[in-house]
């Protein structure tokens, strides 16, 4: 077996614990540094991008197993969107937001957390677009924003913009009516 193999064995049956290990440091916006913070979010959201890569191929998906991964899922994402959106390490914007609550919105869409806190994702990914400097980026968020707010059915679309400044609860709206990219 090699080496990687053998990191992704041991991070798999080990992953409750490294998580509750980095929950401190995830939730502790305005404790620690927020350069720390951000950099245990993004640790934490490429740890789901692992769980939630779409296909199941990815060795920590399989090591870990489908119906834990949605529960590892189903637990740390309330945890993660509390401390985002990044206030500091912003080349963690895109596995942050386009990888890991991309993923999450495009293969976990039947998840009742997804549902349960979409109004926190679009929150998060809104307050996130004034600070992604990368073009291509932004545009990825933008079209995730978009996906969040057309592709859930059921789902009151005023619930999510709660909390957005009317400012930005109309760029949504022109977002969704394809009227801005």
């Not at 529960?71 to 309330?78: D, F, G, M």
């Not at 929150?123 to 990825?140: F, H, M």
């Not at 679309?157 to 009317?166: A, C, E, M, Y």
Request: aromatic share 4%; proline share 4%.
């Amino acid at each position: 077996m090699s080496n990687d193999a053998n990191a992704v064995t041991v991070l798999g049956s080990n992953l409750s614990a490294v998580l509750q290990e980095m929950r401190p440091y995830v939730e502790g916006r305005g404790t620690f540094d927020d350069m720390l913070v951000d950099n245990a979010c993004s640790a934490v959201s490429k740890i789901i991008i692992s769980l939630t890569d779409g296909q199941g191929s990815s060795g920590l998906s399989q090591t870990v197993g489908g119906a834990n991964c949605i529960n590892i899922v189903t637990s740390i994402v309330p945890i993660l969107l509390s401390s985002l959106p990044l206030q500091s390490d912003h080349e963690e914007d895109g596995p942050v937001y386009v990888q890991c609550l991309g993923n999450i919105l495009q293969t976990q869409p039947t998840i009742p957390i997804v549902v349960q806190h979409l109004s926190r994702i679009v929150y998060v990914l809104v307050k996130a677009i004034p600070e992604i400097t990368d073009d291509a980026v932004r545009k990825s968020v933008t079209m995730r924003i978009k996906y969040a707010c057309t592709r859930f059915q059921g789902v009151d679309p005023q619930s999510l913009v709660q909390g957005l400044t009317q400012e930005e609860s109309n760029w949504v709206g022109r977002i969704v009516s394809g009227q801005e990219q």
